[in-house]
Nanobody
Framework: QVELVESGGGSVQAGGSLRLSCVVSGNTYTWYSLGWFRQAPGDEREGVAA???????TYADSVKGRFIISQDNAKNTLYLQMNSLKPEDTAMYYCAAAPLYRATRSQDAYQIWGQGTQVTVSS
């Protein structure tokens, strides 16, 4: 069983930065694509960024040029570096794992989810 645990959320002013981490534990050899998703109150969950086992990445247009997804296989950790944060980035952020070779932001592909970490950006 794979388990995902996020950390690194918090409150920051607009223009600031945060780095989210997601530790992946358990039977990890099957899982090839990892992603970050977010959900604000009253909104649908949105795929923010994803990365596959070949380090290919995909980003939502709303975060391109500001967010960077990366992974450290030695530490079994997924990261999301968030720069130039905006109030509209405020949401609960989740990491998720999918048994796919290709990075995708389609949440239907993801089977394992973390509990989430809150990010709040004030203006």
């Amino acid at each position: 069983q794979v388990e995902l645990v996020e950390s690194g959320g918090g409150s920051v002013q607009a223009g600031g930065s945060l780095r989210l981490s997601c530790v992946v534990s358990g039977n990890t050899y099957t899982w090839y694509s990892l992603g970050w998703f977010r959900q604000a109150p009253g909104d649908e969950r949105e795929g923010v960024a994803a990365i596959d086992d070949y380090d290919s990445t995909t980003y939502a247009d709303s975060v391109k040029g500001r967010f960077i997804i990366s992974q450290d296989n030695a530490k079994n950790t997924l990261y999301l570096q968030m720069n130039s944060l905006k109030p509209e980035d405020t949401a609960m952020y989740y990491c998720a794992a999918a048994p796919l070779y290709r990075a995708t932001r389609s949440q239907d592909a993801y089977q394992i989810w973390g509990q989430g970490t809150q990010v709040t950006v004030s203006s």
